[in-house]
């Protein structure tokens, strides 16, 4: 068995992460994820996943929060729309698109937003 261990900042999938430790020592893993959430101040949440041996379908044995408490690894929609928007306008400065396709792209993701919030209520579901 391999055991993977991958650092994301706030639990976020979409935002900062980072291989942490990659070997055959479960206890080490575990070990290095705990010593390397501390020595982050608590930013980075901790995925620790084992490999079979045909190193196909790992399996997530555990998730070590981040200082913000959350219990499983999520997606960051607000990034996600920020980084959307920051396309959009930059195409919008460069001339690439038109006052009219600008429009559209945000009134594009906002409705994608409400959607989504929409959802996350109902499943609730925080991001």
Same mark, same amino acid.
């Given at each position: 068995?391999?055991?993977?261990?991958?650092?994301? /900042?706030?639990?976020?999938?979409?935002?900062? %992460? +980072?291989?942490? +430790?990659?070997?055959? &020592?479960?206890?080490? !893993?575990? &070990?290095? !994820?705990?010593?390397? !959430?501390?020595?982050?101040?608590?930013?980075?949440?901790?995925?620790?996943?084992?490999?079979?041996?045909?190193?196909?379908?790992?399996?997530?044995?555990? +998730? @070590?929060?981040?200082?913000?408490?959350?219990?499983?690894?999520?997606?960051?929609?607000?990034?996600?729309?920020?980084? +959307? @928007?920051?396309? !959009?306008?930059? &195409?919008?400065?460069?001339?690439?698109?038109?006052?009219?396709? @600008? /429009?559209?792209?945000?009134?594009?993701? %906002?409705?994608?937003?409400?959607?989504?919030?929409?959802?996350?209520?109902?499943?609730?579901?925080? %991001?």
């Amino acid at each position: 068995m391999t055991f993977l261990v991958k650092a994301y /900042r706030f639990g976020f999938v979409n935002e900062h %992460n +980072y291989i942490v +430790y990659c070997g055959s &020592d479960r206890d080490i !893993a575990y &070990d290095i !994820a705990e010593e390397e !959430a501390h020595e982050r101040g608590g930013k980075y949440g901790m995925l620790i996943l084992e490999y079979p041996e045909d190193g196909i379908d790992p399996i997530a044995v555990d +998730y @070590l929060s981040s200082s913000m408490g959350e219990d499983r690894l999520k997606h960051n929609w607000m990034h996600e729309k920020r980084q +959307y @928007l920051q396309s !959009a306008l930059e &195409d919008y400065l460069t001339r690439r698109i038109t006052d009219t396709q @600008l /429009r559209d792209k945000v009134a594009s993701i %906002n409705g994608i937003m409400e959607r989504v919030i929409e959802m996350e209520k109902k499943n609730g579901k925080p %991001n």
